[in-house]
């Protein structure tokens, strides 16, 4: 493993080796570097297509080092004109290397830079945790605006090591042919339900490890999954840490039940299992501050609350998503758990209503077939929850709105039409 970033340096270790491949084009490391050298200067933004001009727009600005600001090519215009404006207004500390926004779930997303170190760093703790094979090939069905997506490229680089890229939008055949390629891939639980939604599919015997990330699991999918044979590693990380914190033990692949174990160099701290806090992060691969100049490194708090037992790491969910109704505090994905493992319920977000009475209550966006029966459901829940955490509104709708990044959409989920529920007594 090097931390090497340049593709001039892969180019001269392994020339004929495979760079980048998609479903109809391959270019070895050679070829890539033959192309930056005779192509113009990156600019300093770029909307980042899923596309293999992307990645050598990318490769370019390494050698070069030269800062490169990725834009999700999936924003709207009002949005990527903000982000590109913000871009153009800040003051780069000299060793940025690469600019991404979070995925503003939560609020506006803010530009995060990191720096060459912080790429090299996360790739090698990645490295470390699952080893490296000579037939390795990766995934590439993320944004390349993303560090989901952008880790790929810096981790295949590093590695000398071929990306397989995926460049239709959640196209989910595409990605189960491309998938026949692939030994390790990286995939949000959205892409996986919709593999396993195709009761025909089946995960290739080479595939040795899928990074499942950028937004908590339902335990229901995860179940799923492991009864096909998907050899998943559930994973932490966010925008700030260029991806991976914490992820489950290789030799616990396909594991529901598999605990997030912390990366080699990263510490965490958190609360307890009675009392769930803000999970603070310290790793050489943390990002070095906000466009705004708002530091990061060397200890950046999440927004992420939970606890560490034994050091595993075990996540409640956002403390900005938490539901405080009554007084009591309810975390959606404890109520999400419960929703998904309804008969007939495919995708649950649950989420806070503003209430007179009571503050907000829980209330829920569901994607269900024709085994879903409401009076069934809302028996099931009154059994399974506590008064306070049963969903009072109930909205049923053909897919869960998304992000550009895949997450749901908390916030246009709750602007959807919802019937009132009544448990009773």
């Known amino acids: ?5 340049s593709i001039t340096g892969a180019a001269r270790e392994a020339p004929d080796r495979v760079a980048i491949e998609t479903a109809s084009r391959s270019l070895t490391f050679a070829a890539c570097a033959a192309a930056i050298e005779a192509g113009p200067t990156p600019p300093a933004a770029i909307v980042a297509t899923p596309s293999i001009e ?19 090519h999936r924003l709207g215009p009002e949005e990527a004109e903000r982000q590109r404006g913000a871009i153009e207004r800040a003051e780069l500390p000299a060793d940025a290397a690469v600019i991404l926004f979070t995925s503003g779930s939560t609020g506006a997303a803010r530009g995060v830079v990191l720096s060459r170190a912080a790429l090299a760093a996360a790739a090698n703790a990645s490295a470390l945790h699952l080893g490296w094979r000579d037939g390795d090939r990766w995934l ?25 890229l995926c460049d239709r939008d959640f196209e989910r055949d595409l990605i189960a042919r491309l998938l026949e390629r692939c030994t390790l891939a990286s995939l949000v639980p ?28 339902p335990p229901a999918l995860l179940e799923r999954a492991a009864d096909r044979g998907v050899p998943f590693l559930t994973t932490y990380g966010m925008t700030e840490s260029f991806g991976q914190l914490a992820t489950a033990p290789l030799g616990r692949a396909g ?13 965490l701290d958190a609360g307890s299992t009675l009392a769930p806090a803000p999970i603070v992060a310290r790793a050489p691969m943390l990002a070095t501050c906000y466009l705004d100049g708002t530091p990061i490194a060397p200890a950046f708090t999440t927004a992420d609350l939970g606890h560490l037992t034994g050091g595993t790491l075990h996540v409640a969910g956002r403390s900005d998503d938490v539901i405080i109704t009554g007084g009591e505090n309810v975390h959606p994905s404890a109520i999400e758990a419960v929703l998904a493992a309804t008969p007939g319920v495919l995708a649950a977000c649950a989420f806070g209503v503003h209430d007179e009475r009571w503050g907000q209550v829980v209330a829920a966006a569901l994607v269900v077939d024709a085994a879903f029966d409401p009076r069934t459901a809302a028996a099931r829940w009154h059994a399974a929850l506590p008064a306070h955490a049963r969903p009072r509104r109930l909205a049923l709708c053909a897919a869960l709105p998304m992000l550009p990044s895949g997450k749901v ?17």
């Not at 493993?1 to 970033?5: A, E, G, R």
């Not at 992307?54 to 999700?72: E, F, G, K, M, N």
């Not at 594991?255 to 510490?267: E, I, K, Q, S």
């Open 1 to 5: 493993m090097t931390d090497d970033l």
């Open 54 to 72: 992307t990645v050598l727009a990318i490769y370019a600005a390494l050698a070069a080092r030269r800062p490169i600001a990725l834009v999700h």
């Open 409 to 425: 959409d908390r916030r246009t989920a709750a602007t959807l039409p919802a019937v009132v529920l009544d448990y009773g007594r």
């Open 190 to 217: 959205t892409q996986l339900a919709a593999l396993l939604d195709d009761p025909a599919w089946r995960p290739s015997a080479r595939l040795r490890a899928v990074l499942l990330g950028g937004a908590a699991a």
């Open 140 to 164: 590439l069905a993320l944004s390349l605006a993303h560090a989901g997506g952008l880790s790929i490229v810096i981790r295949c680089l590093a590695a000398r090591r071929p990306i397989v």
């Open 255 to 267: 594991d529901p039940r598999a605990p997030l174990v912390p990366l080699d160099g990263v510490t």
